[in-house]
């Protein structure tokens, strides 16, 4: 921007330097010629009517103290003519105005007479000006110190001359106009200075003076093109930045010109972008988590279907094989019919236990059971859940100790608690070995209870420890029936504690396992 003001400033100049050079003396000339022409016919006009105005007076004489007579320039002629032409002093007057606002010297001659002479000329003027009429006045006489050359004849009625004053070495303009009826003559003179050379000033000033111009200019647009460009960059590094996601960063409106409202527009596209980019990222993180969800919920299937199906095998082998032994009456005494019903109706009551559990964690994980957080007695649960799995204790000869009675209130959803403390305690049950003793203990600390169960027995493997929340996952390779468990249990337990958003977790022990979780004494 700078470099196009710059060329257009310079430019100017150089196109004024050259209509200067190649036009400016022609304009200059013609104006004189213009400024003559105007004074001639003022000039006219007076003479005109002072000519009517002596016609009329005819009788009278006049008097011209200040005329010069033409024959005082010549040595043998005789003055004796009288003076016929008379010019009032208003008329004088009026054209000494003109030759003082047009700066020219006027002459009037009648009869070889000076009529009028303007009053601003020198005598020596008036007699160089006298001496440019010999040859028309005397026929074969020429003039002592001009040397003219006629240039122009205006519409037959004046004529133009370029006069060169060889005293005053100077050149002028001259107006001549001659009526030969009443030998009357106009001879109005102006200056002409040497154009040539006041073009070649005048120039040389207009170049100096464009140079200066020019800087003067750079510097000015070179100022105000910063403090335009400068927001313009700013808005541009906002630009890249939005490029690259980055809304953050704002410009600030300082201004109400077009500047500042395409600043206020970007800040509206920014704000505008951020909502848009935002929502996508939100559609494609729920797109991706339901497509995770979709590829979660297939392979669960497939799990699911490879794991009920090893675990429905033994029963249903187990079933069918027992129902048949009935069907073909393999053994006739009563002993052995009760045993074969009592085989079918336990493996029967497995299956039903598992596919309840499936459907409790199928619920769990899926979100379809609400948590419903209340207050109650974490202490009193567990009792209840000792007592619901007395016979079974007894039956294995399992010493339980948990000497905790005085209540211990939590906040947390009690069914799904009991779920779990009865998964925890199932799986002691299940595992416990050598002493065959359980454990329970209800710590309270600062806003929170820790509740653990320790069944004695070999410790977890511990690249197993993580792989035991799994559904249907078992240490047992095989998939043994030795503990009757399914492999599910903890796997609810998982979920339950994950809807609740609370720690759980397992320790080995070097004389067996510890299950333990965390719930909020405090709400």
């Known amino acids: 921007m700078v470099l196009l003001m710059l ?12 209509l200067n050079r190649t036009f400016l003396e022609d304009y200059y000339l013609y104006s004189k010629m213009d400024m003559l022409d105007n004074v001639f016919h003022a000039v006219y006009d007076v003479v005109e009517q002072a000519e009517s105005e002596s016609k009329k007076a005819s009788g009278e004489s006049s008097e011209f103290s200040e005329g010069f007579l033409v024959d005082e320039f010549d040595n043998s002629g005789s003055t004796e003519e009288p003076v016929n032409l008379i010019l ?8 000494d105005v003109q030759a003082i606002r047009n700066d020219v010297s006027i002459l009037v001659v009648h009869n070889s007479n000076a009529v009028y002479f303007s009053t601003t000329s020198s005598p020596d003027t008036v007699i160089y000006m006298l001496d440019r009429l010999l040859p028309k006045l005397y026929p074969g006489k020429k003039p002592e110190y001009n040397s003219y050359e006629k240039i122009k004849n205006v519409d037959g009625i004046y004529d133009l001359y370029e006069n060169y004053d060889v005293r005053t070495k100077t050149n002028f303009l001259e107006l001549v106009w001659n009526e030969e009826e009443s030998d009357m003559y106009i001879l109005i003179r102006t200056s002409v200075e040497s154009l040539q ?32 460009i400068r927001p313009v960059e700013e808005l541009s590094g906002i630009a890249k930045r939005m490029s690259n996601l980055d809304f953050n960063v704002k410009y600030k409106v ?14 509206l596209l920014s704000e505008k972008l951020e909502d848009t980019i935002s929502d996508l990222k939100s559609a494609n993180n729920q797109l991706q988590t339901d497509i995770e969800q979709k590829v979660q919920v297939d392979e669960m299937r497939k799990e699911f279907l490879s794991n009920v199906t090893h675990e429905l095998k033994t029963p249903i082998a187990l079933i069918q094989g027992y129902a048949e032994g009935l069907k073909d009456n393999i053994s006739d005494d009563e002993e052995s019919r009760e ?7 336990d493996e029967a009551s497995k299956m039903n236990k598992m596919v309840k559990k499936l459907l409790t964690l199928n619920q769990i994980e899926f979100g379809n059971d609400v948590v419903e957080v209340e207050r109650f007695d974490i202490v009193a649960l567990i009792h209840s859940v000792l ?3 007395e016979i079974l204790l007894k039956k294995q000869d399992i010493c339980v100790q948990f000497g905790q009675t005085e209540p211990i209130d939590v906040w947390a959803d009690e069914y799904m608690i009991e779920e779990v403390i009865t998964n925890y305690l199932t799986n002691a049950i299940h595992h416990v070995k050598g002493e065959k003793v359980i454990d329970i203990r209800v710590l309270r600390e ?15 493997p511990e690249e197993e420890l993580d792989k035991i929340w799994i559904k249907f996952y078992k240490v047992d390779k095989a998939r043994t029936r030795e503990y009757g468990g399914n492999g599910i249990g903890l796997s609810i337990v998982k979920a339950i504690m994950d809807s609740h958003h609370k720690p759980y977790g397992v320790i080995n022990h070097s004389n067996g396992v510890e299950f333990w979780l965390e719930l909020d004494a405090d709400i």
């Not at 009032?88 to 054209?95: A, H, I, M, Y």
């Not at 073009?199 to 093109?225: E, P, Q, R």
């Open 446 to 460: 600062t806003g929170r209870v820790r509740i653990s169960v320790f069944n004695t027995g070999k410790p977890i």
């Open 7 to 18: 060329a257009a400033v310079v430019g100017a100049i150089a196109v004024t330097w050259v």
């Open 88 to 95: 009032s002093d208003l008329q004088k007057l009026e054209l």
């Open 197 to 228: 050379a006041n073009v070649d000033i005048a120039n040389k000033f207009l170049a100096y003076a464009g140079i200066l111009v020019a800087v003067l200019v750079s510097i000015g647009v070179f100022f105000a093109t910063k403090s335009f």
């Open 254 to 267: 300082e201004s109400n010109d077009e500047i500042g409202e395409l600043g206020q527009s970007i800040n």
């Open 339 to 345: 045993f074969y019903c009592d085989v079918i109706i």
């Open 387 to 389: 007592e619901n799995s």
